[in-house]
Structures are given as structure tokens and as C-alpha cells.
């Protein structure tokens, strides 16, 4: 699987759009890049994956560069209950063993 | 809300004691994973089942073990436990189907203390 790089932490300001990188350049082309938070002790939750075009839900947008090799997770209006830790992990479609491997994360501080 | 229970929430034990712990998966879900997330050594995959048949092994000490019953609850079970087996242990359900089975679900999580 690939490995994955994010800033250990970032700020943002409540209501203004939070966006959290993720460098994957070591990416082939059949592994899709996930996005999971965790609220402090919480367990972990799912939030977007994609392959190669940008993703939306309710939650968030995914944005994947044409090369693959980065992506954005965009929260268009933080709230201070976005507080949490951010992984991306690179993963391949599917195989013998779904485990998902959580590196350091980004640790999102929203801000009143 | 998940949709996947764990209990207990919360397991205050000796060392060398052995306890039990209990995940019930979303509904329909035929994969149970586990996972420990302890202060030093961030969130960590143990073990997956499938349908009652393990699927993967992380690092998982041999003093654990798991198991998926027929209605798809799974058992984690640590035994001669250690000060350092302190930790959360999260359990996920997914269906297990092609990308969709890294959308996992994870529960609140139990919170294991060994003195």
C-alpha cells in the first residue's frame, strides 16, 4: 500500500472551509484513497473515499489531483465539533485482508 | 450511531487476569475487525473475521484471541494480561465487497485498564 504524508496539526476558524492535505506519490492506480476522523476516544469514522474523480457527501469533498499523487479532504464549514484527528489512508480495492493502517494523522483544531 | 455495540464500555482488571470483550456489527455486515489504540502505539489492526472465518492477522499477541459466531458477534479475548495491554479496543463491521470494505464502521470502543 502506499504510504501517506499529513501535517501533524492544523487550525482553522469556525464557519470558514477546513482543508486538509495528504501526499500519496507513491500511489498505483488501483488503490483508492480513504478519509476517517477521530473525535478524541472515539472510535473512528468513515468519511470519503475516491479513486481518481472528486467525491461529495453530506459530510465532506474530496478533492484528487489528475496525477494521483495528493488529495485535499475539504470541510466547507467547520464547526468546532470538526475537532478531531484526520487520516488518510491508500489502500487497494480490495484484497485477501480489509484492514484499514492509520498513520499519525492531522490533528484539526477548529476555532471559535 | 454506527450502527456496531461494543461492551463493556469500560473493564477494570488485575494483571494476569483474563476478560472478554463483545462487538455486535451493523446489521448485514459480514466483517468484524479489530483494533487497539493504545497512548504510545496509535490505532493498531489486530484481527479480522469474515462470516466466522478469520481473514487477516495483524499484531496480535498470542495471549488473544477472537472468534465470529454464526449470528456474526464477535469475541475478543485477552488473557494473562499485562499493564501494557492498557488500551482501547475499537471494533469495526463492513461488508466486504470490493472498495466498500475500507468503509468500515467502528463502535464506541471499550476501554481496558489492567492494574
Known amino acids: 500500500d502506499a504510504k501517506t504524508t499529513q501535517p501533524p496539526s492544523m487550525d482553522c476558524a469556525e464557519g470558514r472551509a477546513a482543508n486538509l492535505p495528504c501526499n500519496h506519490s507513491?500511489?498505483?492506480?488501483?488503490?483508492?484513497v480513504y478519509w476517517y476522523r477521530q473525535i478524541h476516544s472515539q472510535g473512528p469514522q468513515y468519511i470519503i473515499h475516491?479513486?481518481?474523480n472528486n467525491e461529495t457527501n453530506e459530510m465532506a469533498s474530496l478533492i484528487i489531483t489528475e496525477d494521483r499523487k495528493s488529495s485535499t479532504l475539504i470541510l466547507p464549514h467547520a464547526t468546532l465539533r470538526d475537532t478531531a484527528v484526520y487520516y488518510c489512508?491508500?489502500?487497494?480495492?480490495?484484497?485477501?485482508?480489509?484492514?484499514?493502517?492509520f498513520g499519525g494523522g492531522t490533528r484539526l483544531m477548529v476555532k471559535p | 450511531d454506527s450502527g456496531v455495540t461494543q461492551t463493556p464500555k469500560h473493564l477494570i482488571t488485575a494483571t494476569g487476569q483474563r476478560v472478554t470483550l463483545r462487538c455486535s456489527p451493523r446489521s448485514g455486515d459480514l466483517s468484524v475487525y479489530w483494533y487497539q489504540q493504545s497512548l504510545d502505539q496509535g490505532l493498531q489492526f489486530l484481527i479480522q473475521y469474515y462470516n466466522g472465518e478469520e481473514r487477516a492477522k495483524g499484531n496480535i499477541l498470542e495471549r488473544f484471541s477472537a472468534q465470529q459466531f454464526p449470528d456474526l458477534h464477535s469475541e475478543l479475548n485477552l488473557s494473562s494480561l499485562e499493564l501494557g495491554d492498557s488500551a482501547l479496543y475499537f471494533c469495526?463491521?463492513?461488508?466486504?465487497?470490493?472498495?466498500?470494505?475500507?468503509?468500515?464502521?467502528f463502535g464506541p470502543g471499550t476501554r481496558l485498564t489492567v492494574t
Open positions: 469495526a463491521s463492513s461488508v466486504d465487497t470490493g472498495p466498500s470494505s475500507y468503509e468500515q464502521y
Open positions: 489512508i491508500v489502500r487497494v480495492g480490495y484484497n485477501a485482508g480489509n484492514m484499514l493502517t
Open positions: 507513491t500511489i498505483s492506480g488501483n488503490e483508492y
Open positions: 475516491g479513486l481518481k
